[in-house]
């Protein structure tokens, strides 16, 4: 549960790491990164992913 007390674990599935030029970017990236991910099947296909690659193309695909 975010917002849980020092020292509480919290499972992950799937961790971005953001690494823009441009940090006035970050909100707007930030933004429709959650909204592809509120699409269940969208995020399935990320969590069931076999690496790094197949996600950034499973990103795309949805972006464009």
């Not at 919290?10 to 690494?19: D, H, N, T």
């Amino acid at each position: 549960r975010m917002g849980a007390s020092a020292g509480t674990s919290v499972e992950a599935k799937v961790v971005f790491l953001l690494a823009l030029k441009e940090a006035e970017k970050q909100v707007v990236m930030i933004q429709q990164l959650m909204e592809l991910l509120q699409n269940a099947s969208v995020l399935q296909d990320v969590i069931d992913a076999a690496d790094s690659a197949q996600v950034v193309r499973i990103l795309r695909d949805e972006v464009h």
